[in-house]
């Protein structure tokens, strides 16, 4: 009689097990396959850093724009490993900033911007400042705030 008790009950428990679990994915059921992957699941991102313009001269402003990043959370920026500000995402997980480089001559030279969301999100973006190059405006209807940074970084 314990036998079949015991036995009925770990059979209880699994079926109970299996039942939780579907009903645990009620609230993907209107979402298209591809959108259940494992990475949204396990908080895994897949960011991308988009910039308008890769060379400007120097004074240029450039136009940033990042996706794929955790939705509503504070993005940290750096210029080449050094803190230049901070973004908030949208409710998409995407930000837009501009880079406003210095004018002086001895900016010359390779820039990378990163943005960052915790130790799972960030991607990093380049540009150069080159003399030969023109200067680069915002793109019209380009909505951001605006970071500057001196000439004192690591080129």
């Known amino acids: 009689m314990k036998q079949f008790s015991l036995r009925t009950l770990v059979r209880t428990v699994f079926v109970l097990a299996i039942l939780l679990a579907g009903i645990a994915m009620v ?12 990475r949204m699941m396990a908080g895994v991102y897949s960011p991308e850093l988009t910039v308008h313009a ?12 990042g996706s794929g990043f955790p939705a509503h959370k504070p993005a940290t920026l750096f210029v080449n490993g050094r803190y230049l ?9 995407m930000a837009q900033f501009v880079v406003q480089s210095p004018a002086s001559e001895m900016a010359h030279g390779h820039y990378d911007i990163t943005m960052e969301v915790d130790m799972n999100a960030s991607a990093t973006q380049g540009f150069i400042l080159s003399s030969d190059a023109p200067l680069v405006w915002v793109p019209d209807g ?9 000439t004192r970084l690591p080129h």
């Open 142 to 150: 380009f909505v951001g705030q605006v970071f500057g940074f001196g």
């Open 27 to 38: 609230p993907y059921v209107e979402r298209p396959a591809a959108a259940l992957e494992w």
């Open 54 to 65: 890769n060379e400007g001269a120097p004074g240029s402003a450039f136009a940033f724009t």
């Open 85 to 93: 500000g901070r973004v908030m995402t949208d409710e998409h997980g």
